[in-house]
C-alpha cells in the first residue's frame, strides 16, 4: 500500500467513525459515543492533511478551507445535541447535508 491510499483509508475510517458517533450522541448522548466523535475528527483531520500535502495541493485552497469550516461544525456539533439545540429529524438532515457538501468539495475541487 502507498502512502496516497493509506491517509484515505485513515479518512474513510473517521468519516465512517464520525457518522456512528453522531448518530449515537443524537439519540442517547454517552461516553462511548463522544469519544468516538473525537477519535473520528481527529481521523478525518489527519488523514486529510496527510492527503492533501501527498497530493501537493495548496493548504489555503478555498475548497479546503470550506471543508475545515464543515469540520468545525461536526465538532460543534456535540454541544448542540448536548444543549438540545439540535436534535430528531433536524440533526439527521443537517449532518447528511454537511456530509454530502464535503464529499462534494473533496471529489470535485470546485474552487
Known sequence: ????????LIHFVGI????LSL????TKYNKCAV????????LIL???FGLQVRLGFDLMS????????????FGASI???KRGVLKGSTAWIVM?????????LGLMKPF
Open 1 to 8: 500500500m502507498d502512502a496516497i491510499s493509506i491517509y484515505k
Open 16 to 19: 465512517f467513525t464520525l457518522m
Open 23 to 26: 448518530g449515537s450522541i443524537f
Open 35 to 42: 469519544i468516538g466523535h473525537g477519535v473520528g475528527l481527529f
Open 46 to 48: 489527519l488523514g486529510g
Open 62 to 73: 478555498g475548497w479546503l478551507v470550506a471543508k475545515m469550516i464543515i469540520w468545525l461544525v
Open 79 to 81: 454541544v448542540l445535541a
Open 96 to 104: 447528511i447535508g454537511l456530509g454530502a457538501a464535503a464529499a462534494y
